[in-house]
């Protein structure tokens, strides 16, 4: 994969006094469709690049969560990450071909490590 910069139209790329040095670009999945991203950066960051912004929707009213607080705290961003579900997308980092999945409530039954 190439270093440079993204395609992403939502992403700031140039600012008058912050330096976004090049990041190493990875290809990873949303509900199956294949996205790239900047590989160590936070999978919500990715998503939110990619327009995405609906990860998640609540266990009781089935309302749609999104990325919120950005610390880990809110549980607003949980999704499923190669069948494990209850991934904070605004702290886990991107990795090359991760699979991610929004998350319906509580999520699926973890997958068997056997």
Not at 2 to 25: M, N, Q, V, W
Not at 44 to 68: C, E
Request: a positive charge; hydrophobic letters at 30%.
């Amino acid at each position: 994969m190439e270093t440079g910069r993204s395609s992403c139209k939502t992403r700031i790329e140039d600012h008058p006094i912050l330096d976004f040095p090049a990041r190493k670009e990875v290809t990873f999945t949303w509900e199956g469709q294949e996205l790239r991203g900047y590989e160590g950066e936070p999978i919500a960051a990715a998503l939110h690049a990619a327009g995405i912004k609906v990860l998640h929707t609540s266990h009781k009213s089935k309302r749609p969560r999104g990325f919120f607080c950005a610390i880990g705290n809110c549980s607003s961003c949980l999704v499923v990450v190669n069948g494990v579900p209850n991934v904070r997308a605004c702290t886990e980092k991107l990795r090359e071909g991760m699979r991610v999945q929004r998350q319906e409530g509580t999520g699926p039954a973890p997958r068997s490590r056997e």
